[in-house]
């Protein structure tokens, strides 16, 4: 069975600091898909970024980049020079093809962003 | 384009009681969930579907039920509330194929007395 951790629960910074929130998976497939969502205050989950394991190229959008390794089978996520509006639980999913698209979720990192 | 909604957005139960909760999606997505997100767990799975007329288990489908009768609906229900089941519940939706992300609704409240 597949596993998301995410072993940082909560990280505090203050505006403008870089951060990196960790994400380790487990799969015994070798095709799998990794997502990143994002849950603010209000509550809704968004869709920020999906990487397959097939594609190890580092993604830039912005403030954010992702970096995975499946070498250490990790796609860690860094928002660079954060700001308040970065406040949200962040969470990390894998899926596997052919199993209904389900989602595995980590247990998610509450980032608190202080002016 | 709504995108995915879900009706109530709060509800308290007392023990015992039942109750349905629909999930309605605009996007024409073959592919439905249900998942219920617990303090310091994430979301787990409940419930999904891949098309009108089926459905399976998740990983923690005990003490509900689903149906998906018409494409763009999804019902998750409970016929017993327990007081465990206080969470909050989120639909999904996504095409067809595995490498698509899923849509999500605006969660539902639940709190069971």
């Known amino acids: 069975a597949q596993k998301v951790t995410q072993a940082q629960t909560e990280i505090s910074v203050v505006e403008k600091e870089d951060v990196t929130l960790d994400c380790v998976y487990e799969?015994?497939?070798?095709?799998?898909?990794l997502f990143w969502y994002k849950q603010p205050p209000s509550g809704e989950l968004v869709f920020l970024i999906r990487?397959?394991?097939?594609?190890?190229q580092n993604e830039i959008s912005g403030r954010y980049s992702w970096n995975f390794q499946k070498s250490t089978s990790s796609f860690n996520f860094t928002i660079t020079a954060s700001q308040v509006v970065d406040s949200a639980v962040y969470f990390c999913?894998?899926?596997?093809?052919?199993?209904?698209?389900?989602?595995?979720f980590g247990g998610g990192t509450r980032l608190m962003v202080k002016p | 384009n709504a995108g995915v909604t879900q009706t109530p957005k709060f509800r308290v139960l007392k023990t015992g009681q039942s109750m349905t909760l629909l999930c309605a999606q605009d996007?024409?997505?073959?592919?439905m969930y249900w998942y219920r997100q617990d303090p310091g767990m994430g979301l787990r799975l409940i419930h999904y579907?891949?098309?009108?007329?089926?459905?399976a288990k998740g990983e923690v489908p005990d003490g509900y039920n689903v149906s998906r009768l018409k494409k763009q609906n999804f019902l998750l229900g409970l016929e017993s509330a327990a007081p465990s089941q206080t969470s909050v519940y989120f639909c999904?939706?996504?095409?067809?194929?595995?490498?698509?992300?899923?849509?999500f609704g605006p969660g539902t409240r639940l709190t069971v007395t």
């Open positions: 999904a939706s996504s095409p067809r194929g595995s490498s698509y992300e899923q849509y």
């Open positions: 799969t015994r497939d070798t095709t799998y898909y």
């Open positions: 990487r397959n394991s097939f594609d190890e």
């Open positions: 999913a894998l899926s596997l093809p052919g199993a209904g698209n389900m989602l595995t």
């Open positions: 996007m024409n997505h073959e592919y």
């Open positions: 579907s891949v098309g009108e007329g089926t459905t």
